[in-house]
């Protein structure tokens, strides 16, 4: 899963307020009592006893997601929690798209109907569970006033209630009509941890089916009725505009059928995608390119680099770090850059609409269907209520689809036309047109002492703040983006004496965004790959630097000690190769990575085998966490190896695979998941084994070559001898 606010970033709430605001979020959802009388005395409309779960007359049970299927597995980890206490198969569970609606589907981590941030199944622990065991104690008690009998005398099996001494059964369906007469209980007892059938347990993908036989409709297979297919060209400068277009060759084209203007974009509509593209080449744009016409990649880092050099504000404090480095044995100082990334989905992005006298139709995927309601209503001239969002499967998100300001673009150019629009962008323009992860530069140094103990560690990161943009809300009241400053301001590993500052600095010419792994990737990068540094400096093995300072963090020492027993740390290696290693804490789950790389005599390198052991607390579906670390790590092993987006003259350089390159299927090594047993409350998985993967190959690349690579990505680098 992708980056959003934690729940670190947006107040907080502690255990006993989430609890109670998960249980009212359940309560607040109910259909009220009036209303369910009313059906019940006709007999109509299924059991609804909250936003979630809705269990028909016809047997069907609906558990309406708040988040967003998007690859990451959501959907069927979520109908495992909410099949766990509703006594039923995970079969028998069919999940649906939640319409836009704050009140009802907000994340409660975060106080938004978004999906990101690795928070869905920890936000869906308590309050799917709450609400399915709700759903269950009224269908119970619902059997039990129809047989006369007590209701703690009943049991369920497979949405069926069962009365043993009477031997009556009743199935849930069944009992509809009896359920909608009665009161919501606000509070229902969850299964004890060793009644659990499904938690735990790995299933398959409720989704494979329908993706194998090619039903799963994502956004860009969407058909309707009358529909015509756009492609656009926006401005390639941020902030320019159109100043004239000549469309005489392009309307003389077979299938084309109207040329379009907005602003800052010129669509071609076609009868058929082919034809709109065919069209967009064909015209002649004037841009007045803005501003930014003149800006350099170079102009950029400089940009960061000077910023760097004020003082910034000071996240956290603890003891005088700059006299502790002063009078250190050893002193070592350094520069770490990150690079702007694009999100680069499989699907790139595409929305179609239908703008009417009197509303709107939205059919797309996205991450924010309120904030697409808004950004269609905004752009069509309308209220939100008037816009209906047909939200659909996301063929990947990474971030890209917490934006909106596509579905506001879509919707400009269908109010200008009769019928259904289907905007689609290529690849070139998704990429070159994306909302890009922040460029970061770091300055890090500490000190050891004689005995080769970190003694003093001052972190300056500079760079932009998605979160002033896309939540102001979220910002601390001291002026600080928490996003970044996670995992820096409160390191894992015991250190004494420390000091960690930010400085905000926008950059020209481009707009930043969530990506897989914002804040604590950028993070985690700079203190594994520094923490490494320390420990060649201090003569100590990698593991054996980090083991005594991970004391009060005993679950990282954990899997630090697993994945090193389990990638054979210290084990001989063939000349040229290396491991590398790093450990973390984030997204509220722990883990430890090993990367086996080899360096070529030419500067390749060659990722050999990859490690991972991971404390995610309680586990929903083992195969899941699998998927979503394996899917993370390639992930972050593409970006950290050749993934970077640079500006020349204002326009973004990339613009498809062939410059934006993947990680190909031959380089991608063997990936080894180790999981720790735990019964702790689930952390997030999707943006962890990115993180992970950024340290764990530039390590194994200094052990490998004796070349300590400082900027991303690495293979440029190791290939121009940075």
Known sequence: MIEMPRAADLKRPDRRT???????????????????????????????????????????????????????????????????????????????????????????????????????????????????????????????????????????????????????????????????????????????????????????????????????????????????????????????????????????????????????????????????????????????????????????????????????????????????????????????????????????????????????????????????????????GLTPDQVTVHNHMIGGGFGRRLEAEYVGIAAAFAKQVSCPLKMVWTRETDIQHDRYRPFYFDRIAAGLDAGGQIVGWTHKTTGSSVMARWAPPGMRKDGIDPDAVECAEDPIYEIGSRKVSWVRHEPPGVITAWWRGVGPAHNIFVIESFIDELAHAAKQDPVAFRRPLLGKTPRALKVLELAAEKSGWGSPLPVGTGRGIMVQSAFGSFLSVVCEVQVTDGGQIRLRRITAAMDCGQAINPDSVRAQLEGGLIFGMTSALYSEITLDQGRVQQSNFNSYRMLRMNETPPVDVHIVESTEKPGGLGETGTAAAFPAIANAVFAASGKRLRRLPLAGGLASGA
């Open 18 to 380: 989430f609890l109670a605001g998960s249980a009212a979020l359940v309560v607040a959802a109910a259909i009220p009592t009036g209303g369910r009388m009313a059906r019940a005395a006709s007999a109509v409309g299924p059991f609804a006893p909250n936003a979630f779960i809705r269990v028909g007359e016809d047997g069907k049970i609906v558990l309406v997601m708040r988040d967003v299927e998007m690859g990451q597995g959501i959907w069927t980890g979520a109908s495992m929690l909410m099949a766990e206490e509703l006594d039923v198969g995970l079969d028998q569970v069919t999940p649906d798209f939640a319409p836009p609606n704050e009140k009802l589907y907000a994340n409660p981590i975060f106080g938004q109907q978004a999906t990101g941030g690795s928070t869905s199944i920890r936000a869906d622990w308590e309050s799917l569970r709450k609400a399915a065991a709700i759903a269950r104690a009224v269908l119970v008690e619902a059997a039990a006033k129809q047989w006369n009998v007590d209701p703690a005398a009943c049991r369920v099996e497979r949405g069926t209630v069962k009365h043993a001494a009477s031997g009556k059964t009743a199935s849930y369906a069944s009992l509809v009509p009896v359920a909608l007469t009665l009161p919501l209980p606000t509070d229902a007892p969850l299964k004890d941890r060793k009644d659990w059938t499904l938690i735990g347990t790995p299933q398959k993908r409720v989704d494979t089916s329908t993706k194998v036989n090619g039903k799963t409709v994502y956004g860009i297979d969407v058909q309707i009725p009358g529909m015509k297919i756009a492609t656009v060209a926006m401005c390639p400068v941020l902030g320019g505009k159109v100043r004239h277009v000549d469309d005489a060759a392009a309307r003389k084209l077979a299938g084309v059928v109207d040329v379009l203007k907005i602003e800052n974009g010129v669509a071609v509509v076609g009868d058929h995608f082919w034809a709109a593209k065919q069209g967009l080449e064909a015209l002649d744009i004037d841009w007045d390119l803005g501003p930014q016409a003149g800006l350099s990649q170079a102009d950029i880092e400089k940009g960061h680099a000077d910023a760097s050099q004020a003082a910034g504000l000071v996240a956290s404090k603890v003891g005088d770090p700059d006299a502790a480095i002063a009078g250190a044995s050893v002193k070592l100082d350094a520069v770490y850059q990150l690079p702007f990334l694009a999100h680069a989905p499989m699907e790139p992005i595409n929305c179609t609409v239908h703008v009417r006298p009197d509303g709107a139709d939205v059919w797309c995927g996205t991450q924010v269907p309120t904030r697409a309601q808004g950004e269609a209503a905004k752009a069509a």
